[in-house]
C-alpha cells in the first residue's frame, strides 16, 4: 500500500464513518483525502441542508457527479463518498475504474447513535429514527455490497481497527 497508484473510495451509509476512517486513512498513509459533501458545500457556497432546500436533490446529485468526474483525474487519493453517491450507476462506474471501493457497515441502531444529533443530513430530516434507517440502507443495500472491493463491519470499532482492517484486506 505504500506506492498507492489507484484511489480508495470509501462509501456507505451515512454515519457508517467514512469521513472519521479517510481521516485516519490519511493520517497513516500519508496520502491526501477528498471529502465530496466538504467540497460540494465550499463549491456551492452553501450547507448542504439549504442545497436540498433550495435547489433540489436532483442539483445536488449532478453536483456530486461532477465532483466525482474531476477528483477521478487524479490518482492516489482516499474519497471520502456522499453517502448516496454511489446509488448512481454513472457514479459507481466512475469509482470502480478509477480505484478500490471500501464499505464500511453499521447496524441502523449504531447508525442512530451516531448521527441523531446531526441537523445536516437533510435525507434524515423529519425521518430521524431507527425504523427509516432500516427501510433506506435495506433499498441501498444490494448497490453498496454489489460495488465494494472490501466491506468492513464498524459497529464497537475504533476509526484505528477500522483503519488496520481495510489496510490488511489490502496488504
Ligand atoms: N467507528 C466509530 N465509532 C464510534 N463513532 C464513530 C465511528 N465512526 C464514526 N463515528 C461518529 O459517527 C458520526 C458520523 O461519522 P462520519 O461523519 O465519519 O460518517 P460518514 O459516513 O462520513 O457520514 P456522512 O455520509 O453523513 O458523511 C461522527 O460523529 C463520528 O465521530
Ligand atoms: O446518503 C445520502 O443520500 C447523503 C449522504 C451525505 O453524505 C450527503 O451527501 C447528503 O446528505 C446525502
Ligand atoms: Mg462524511
Redesign the pocket.
Known sequence: MKKLEENIFLIG??GAGKSTVAAELERQLHIPRAE??ALIVEREGMA?SDI?AEKGETY?RDA?TALLKDLTEKKGIIISC????VMRDENAALMKQCGKIVLLTATPETIYERVKDST????LNGNMNVDYIRELMEKRKDRYLAVADVVVATDQKSAEEITREILAAFA
Not at 445536516?120 to 435525507?123: A, E, G, L
Open positions: 451509509f451515512m465530496m459533501d448542504i436540498f445536488f456530486e456522499g453517502g448516496g453517491a445536516d443530513r437533510p435525507i
